[in-house]
Nanobody, 130 residues
Framework: VQLQASGGGFVQAGGSLMLSCTASESTFNYYIVGWYRQAPGKEREGVSCISASGNDTYYADSVKGRFTISRDNTKNAVYLHMASVTPEDEAVYFC????????????????????????WGEGTLVTVSS
């Protein structure tokens, strides 16, 4: 199983960017997927995650109202639309999917702790110019 995060790049503060996470497995649609980021000198933090159906989502307070997570299960893809970016959003962004298929429960609503993610993709760098 491989996950590929893409879409990173340079963006001006206040601008928008769309990140994509695609998977090599056809069963990707059954799993919870999350976006995480790590800025230089900081610990990795959870940004957003989405249930297999797309009905449940979670956003960190720092991105709530600015970022939108979505998924297209016909394309084995999860997206993170970043709007009104700030220099604090500059980081390497990773996508990951859960160890186990989504069976419901409150893992998404509780914020998708990274310990519950079993497959990680390589990150994509987002650089914000002020």
């Amino acid at each position: 199983v491989q996950l590929q995060a893409s879409g990173g790049g340079f963006v001006q503060a206040g601008g928008s960017l769309m990140l994509s996470c695609t998977a090599s497995e056809s069963t990707f649609n059954y799993y919870i997927v999350g976006w995480y980021r790590q800025a230089p000198g900081k610990e990795r933090e959870g940004v957003s995650c989405i249930s297999a159906s797309g009905n449940d989502t979670y956003y960190a307070d720092s991105v709530k109202g600015r970022f939108t997570i979505s998924r297209d299960n016909t394309k084995n893809a999860v997206y993170l639309h970043m709007a009104s970016v700030t220099p604090e959003d500059e980081a390497v962004y990773f996508c990951a999917r859960s160890w186990w298929p989504d069976l419901g429960g409150d893992y998404v609503l509780r914020g998708c702790a990274s310990s519950g993610m079993g497959v990680w993709g390589e990150g994509t760098l987002v650089t914000v110019s002020s």
